[in-house]
């Protein structure tokens, strides 16, 4: 069995993503929701395209691909968007997105909280149940504080789409 070299492994990952998922959009979709995001996942590594390799075919400007979501890095292979650092996504709520604004303050605070931990750890800390132990969420009293803005599945749902916005 031949070793591939990472640009093919990166040509295989674009021609096996986008003919699972064909437009950006749709890819977007997916990657909002945990489930179908964990079947394209699951999908990829049959195809031998593991989670964990795929940062390492990335070479993203001058940035360290730690410093992106995987989203972005399979976004900028397959569908040829500018990558965006998690840094640089979370800053979107330093001002606040419109419909943040109009929360609670509490709602407001905790879901800055939530920002903040997809900023150091990315998508899968959005999901993780460790999320709402975490000492700050726990402090701004996590799932009680954002019920006070709405339904927190919801809330969570427009944090990921004002999160990975192209």
Same mark, same amino acid.
């Given at each position: !069995? ?6 093919? %492994? ?5 021609? $096996?993503? @986008?003919? &699972?998922?064909?437009? &950006?959009?749709? /890819?977007? $979709? *997916? ?8 079947? +394209? !996942? ?13 940062? =390492?075919?990335? #070479?993203?400007? =001058?940035?360290?691909?730690?410093? %992106?979501? +995987? /989203?972005?890095? &399979?976004?900028?292979?397959? %569908?040829?968007?500018?990558?965006? @650092? ?6 979107? /709520? ?5 419909? &943040? ?7 407001? *605070? ?5 920002? *903040?931990?997809?900023? =150091? ?12 132990? @975490? ?12 019920? $006070? ?6 809330? !969570?749902?427009?944090? #990921?789409?004002?999160? /990975?916005?192209?």
């Amino acid at each position: !069995m031949r070793r591939v070299t990472p640009q093919e %492994y990166q040509q295989r990952l674009i021609a $096996e993503l @986008t003919q &699972l998922v064909p437009s &950006l959009a749709e /890819f977007r $979709e *997916k990657w909002l929701d945990p489930a179908e995001r964990g079947e +394209l !996942m699951e999908q990829l590594a049959q195809q031998g395209l593991l989670r964990e390799k795929l940062r =390492n075919v990335a #070479k993203i400007d =001058n940035h360290d691909a730690e410093d %992106y979501d +995987l /989203f972005d890095i &399979l976004a900028a292979l397959a %569908y040829g968007i500018a990558p965006r @650092t998690r840094h640089a996504r979370a800053e979107q /709520f330093d001002g606040g997105p419109d419909w &943040l604004i109009r929360l609670p303050q509490p709602a407001t *605070k905790v879901i800055h909280a939530i920002v *903040k931990q997809f900023e =150091n750890a990315g998508t899968d800390a959005l999901e993780a149940r460790e999320l709402w132990e @975490t000492p700050e969420i726990k402090q701004l009293r996590g799932l009680a504080a954002l019920r $006070e803005g709405g339904e927190p599945s919801q809330l !969570m749902r427009k944090t #990921k789409e004002t999160l /990975f916005v192209a």
